[in-house]
C-alpha cells in the first residue's frame, strides 16, 4: 500500500509534468499569435531588420519590446500610430508580439546582419 507522502510526491510531479508541457503548447500557440500579429506591424516596420526611418523591431529582447509597448499605451511616447496600435493590443498580444520578434534574426543583407541592442545596452544610450 502506498504512502500519504508516495501519493503525495507522485501527484505533484504529476503537475509540474503536466503544466511544462502546458507552457510548451502556451509557448507554441503565443508564437502563431504572434507571428500573425506581425502582419500589421510589417506594413511600417521592416520583418528584415532594416532601418526605413522606423526602428527595426525584429530581435529585440521580449522584456524591452513589452516596455516599449507599454509606454505607447500609457502614453509617455506619443507617435500616433504606434499609440492607437498599443492601445488596442492586450497583454497577451503584447506577449505574442514579444515572443516572435524577439525570435527573429533579421538581416538588412546577406553581409550585414542586424544585432538588437539588448535592453542595457538601449537603457545606456538613452543617458
Not at 510548451?24 to 506591424?41: D, I, K, V
Not at 493590443?89 to 506577449?95: A, R, S, T, V
Request: net charge negative; proline share 4%.
Amino acid at each position: 500500500m502506498m504512502s500519504w507522502l508516495q501519493a503525495t510526491v507522485i501527484v505533484v510531479i504529476t503537475v509540474i509534468v503536466a503544466a511544462a508541457a502546458g507552457d510548451a503548447r502556451t509557448t507554441g500557440s503565443l508564437m502563431a499569435l504572434g507571428r500573425h500579429l506581425a502582419q500589421e506591424c510589417a506594413s511600417c516596420h521592416r520583418l528584415d531588420g532594416g532601418d526605413n526611418g522606423i526602428p527595426p523591431i525584429v530581435g529585440l529582447e521580449a522584456d524591452y519590446f513589452i516596455e516599449t509597448i507599454g509606454f505607447y499605451k500609457s502614453g509617455e511616447r506619443d507617435n500616433p500610430a504606434m499609440v492607437s496600435v498599443a492601445q488596442s493590443l492586450d497583454d497577451e498580444q503584447i506577449k505574442a508580439l514579444s515572443l516572435y520578434f524577439g525570435s527573429l534574426s533579421g538581416q538588412q543583407s546577406a553581409e550585414a546582419p542586424v544585432a538588437a541592442p539588448s535592453v542595457a545596452a538601449r537603457k545606456e544610450r538613452k543617458r
